[in-house]
């Protein structure tokens, strides 16, 4: 199985602060990775597919790069309604699995 | 746009089989090249995908719950359904249906519903 891990676990940052989120994949997976944001009590959102296309309607300070192994969700200007949990996604095969999430919060 | 909602026993016993049921409305679950899929995630913590299936049979699940899932397709219901036996506490969570392409990413999900295993 590939494992998909993330890092930091948490984070704080004050508003206008760029936020870099970090997800591995134990083995390459290619631009088979998906970003989602999920605010307490919601419903995942989809933000970035293919490891760096924007979703539609997803504001622009948010962006994704990466290939293979190492991937990055980039928010370039927190913001208030950013709080919430991200996970990586990979969808390389059949078999999907999620990363363990990172919490993003305002100082 | 489909819009997906998942329905069951909010509580279950310990060893018993959850079962859930997900309603497609606004699209058919039988048109190709969608797959359907569950996931879940327990209070406070992070998603797990449970497994996916396509309207044909075809299905996949984690590994490490393959031999307790069974998630099947109801197509003259427009149904998806998930079948977890021998459940524990650890299985306690918020279930959710989704909606994807193979080698495509979550994109329709449902609402999610609560599921406590409990005696």
């Known amino acids: 199985d590939i494992q998909m891990t993330q890092s930091p676990s948490s984070l704080s940052a004050f508003v206008g602060d760029r936020v870099t989120i970090t997800c591995r994949a134990s083995?390459?997976?290619?631009?088979?990775l998906a970003w989602y944001q999920q605010k307490p009590g919601k419903v995942p959102k989809l933000l970035i597919y293919d490891a760096s296309t924007l979703q539609s309607g997803v504001p622009s300070r948010f962006s994704g790069s990466g290939s293979g192994t190492d991937f990055t969700l980039t928010i370039t200007s927190l913001q208030p309604e950013d709080v919430a949990t991200y996970y990586c996604?990979?969808?390389?095969?059949?078999?999907?699995?999620f990363g363990p999430g990172t919490k993003v919060d305002i100082k | 746009q489909p819009q997906l909602q998942e329905s069951g026993p909010g509580l279950v016993k310990p060893s018993e089989t959850l079962s859930l049921t997900c309603t497609v409305s606004g699209g058919s679950i039988s048109r190709s090249s969608y797959y359907w899929g569950w996931i879940r995630q327990p209070p406070g913590q992070g998603l797990e995908w449970i497994g996916t299936t396509y309207y044909d049979g075809s299905t996949y699940s984690k590994p490490s719950l393959k031999s307790r899932v069974t998630i099947f397709v109801d197509t003259s219901r427009n149904q998806l359904s998930l079948k977890l036996s021998s459940v524990t506490a650890a299985d306690t969570a918020v279930y959710y249906c989704?909606?994807?392409?193979?080698?495509?990413?979550?994109?329709?999900w449902g609402q999610g519903t609560l599921v406590t295993v409990s005696s």
């Open positions: 989704a909606r994807h392409r193979l080698f495509d990413w979550l994109l329709l």
């Open positions: 083995q390459g997976i290619s631009n088979y």
């Open positions: 996604q990979k969808y390389n095969s059949a078999l999907f699995t």
